[in-house]
């Protein structure tokens, strides 16, 4: 019997062809979905390099400078350490520091950043403090704040944001800026309402979407630093296996065992490969502009 509404059910095929939300969003967004993968793999093995490697620091002299092989699938380096186990666990230090780096520089920005677009005397005395620290390169600050203190992985993680903390007061600063000129904003002024209120409310939320896309590229650009400052002796202790160290202690031994850095180097890259990927694909999203033209 045909149905008595006046509106037609959709045919079965056309609710197959239908696309969630979502998959239409990762359509769209391929790069976040690559970089996303790439991550939580090493992420998962980050965690679980007790079981997936052996002790990093096991010297076996009998065992030096083997070729990769189904025993020692990255080889092994001049004092017989196993490459793969010191790689695996480099990983946790290469994204302990780039996601801690990102963390704190992108707080301790954000609430800089917003007080200076929205006091105009705290901004003349704060940002010439930031254009300070900006003329200054940002790993020879790094290797002065850690050779002036004990090397150890908080060192190197304050070390680190230090120099990256005026890029995001910049750039929370002029997003402020632009917002506080808002009428709404200045109607909020107007009818007495409280700053604390206005910069939480109406401010804070404006500045999220490039804080977030800033906090990849400072995640980033940590990992490389960290992996600089190690290469040089002035990062983690010898006792800490990251990339850094490895590719440093490897490169005696570059024509001999080249394994020794290709490895470090190839994860390396790859993990700020991932970083960049999800840090323009979520620019691509979060951008209104660029959203309405995809």
Same mark, same amino acid.
């Given at each position: 019997? %045909?149905?008595?509404? @006046?509106?037609?059910?959709?045919?079965?095929?056309?609710?197959?062809?239908?696309?969630?939300?979502?998959? &239409? /969003?990762?359509?769209?967004?391929?790069?976040?979905?690559?970089?996303?993968?790439?991550?939580?793999?090493?992420?998962?093995? %980050?965690?679980?390099?007790? /079981?997936? %490697?052996?002790?990093?620091?096991?010297?076996?002299?009998?065992?030096?400078?083997?070729?990769?092989?189904?025993?020692? /699938?990255? =080889?092994?380096?001049?004092?017989?350490?196993?490459?793969?186990?010191? &790689?695996?666990? $480099?990983?946790?230090?290469?994204?302990?520091?780039?996601?801690?780096?990102? +963390?704190?520089?992108?707080?301790? @920005?954000?609430?800089?950043?917003?007080?200076?677009?929205?006091?105009?005397?705290?901004?003349?005395?704060?940002?010439?403090?930031?254009?300070?620290?900006?003329?200054?390169?940002?790993?020879?600050?790094?290797? %002065?704040?850690?050779?002036?203190?004990?090397?150890?992985?908080?060192?190197? +993680?304050?070390?680190?944001?230090?120099? !990256?903390?005026? #890029? &995001?007061? #910049?750039?929370?600063?002029?997003?402020?800026?632009?917002?506080?000129?808002?009428?709404?904003?200045?109607?909020?002024? $107007?009818?007495?309402?409280?700053?604390?209120?206005?910069?939480?409310?109406?401010?804070?939320?404006?500045?999220?979407? *490039?804080? +977030?896309?800033?906090?990849?590229?400072?995640?980033?650009?940590?990992?490389?630093?960290?992996?600089?400052?190690?290469?040089? $002796?002035?990062?983690?202790? *010898? !006792?800490?296996?990251?990339?850094?160290?490895?590719?440093?202690?490897? #490169?005696?031994?570059?024509?001999?065992?080249? /394994?020794?850095?290709?490895?470090? @180097?190839?994860?390396?890259?790859?993990?700020?490969?991932?970083?960049?990927?999800? =840090?323009?694909?979520?620019?691509?999203?979060?951008?209104? #502009?660029?959203?309405?033209?995809?």
């Amino acid at each position: 019997m %045909a149905p008595t509404s @006046g509106t037609a059910a959709p045919a079965p095929a056309a609710l197959a062809g239908r696309k969630s939300p979502l998959r &239409v /969003w990762l359509g769209r967004n391929p790069t976040i979905v690559i970089g996303v993968l790439i991550l939580a793999t090493l992420f998962v093995s %980050a965690v679980l390099a007790p /079981w997936l %490697a052996e002790d990093p620091l096991t010297f076996e002299p009998i065992n030096r400078l083997k070729r990769p092989s189904a025993e020692f /699938w990255f =080889g092994t380096d001049q004092f017989g350490r196993d490459v793969y186990s010191r &790689v695996i666990y $480099g990983t946790r230090i290469s994204l302990a520091v780039g996601v801690s780096v990102a +963390i704190l520089a992108t707080a301790i @920005g954000l609430a800089l950043g917003i007080v200076c677009g929205y006091y105009r005397r705290a901004d003349a005395v704060v940002m010439r403090i930031m254009d300070g620290m900006m003329a200054i390169p940002s790993i020879l600050l790094a290797i %002065a704040l850690i050779t002036l203190m004990r090397a150890s992985l908080t060192i190197v +993680i304050v070390a680190i944001t230090l120099p !990256e903390i005026p #890029r &995001v007061v #910049r750039l929370v600063r002029s997003v402020v800026l632009t917002v506080r000129a808002q009428p709404y904003i200045e109607a909020a002024i $107007g009818s007495g309402t409280r700053n604390l209120v206005i910069m939480v409310r109406h401010i804070l939320p404006n500045t999220m979407a *490039p804080l +977030i896309v800033q906090a990849t590229y400072v995640c980033a650009s940590a990992i490389l630093t960290e992996a600089g400052l190690s290469f040089l $002796g002035a990062g983690t202790p *010898p !006792e800490i296996p990251s990339w850094g160290n490895v590719i440093s202690l490897g #490169r005696s031994f570059f024509q001999l065992a080249p /394994w020794i850095i290709f490895f470090p @180097g190839f994860l390396l890259a790859i993990t700020v490969l991932a970083i960049n990927l999800v =840090g323009d694909g979520l620019r691509d999203t979060l951008d209104p #502009r660029i959203s309405r033209r995809m």
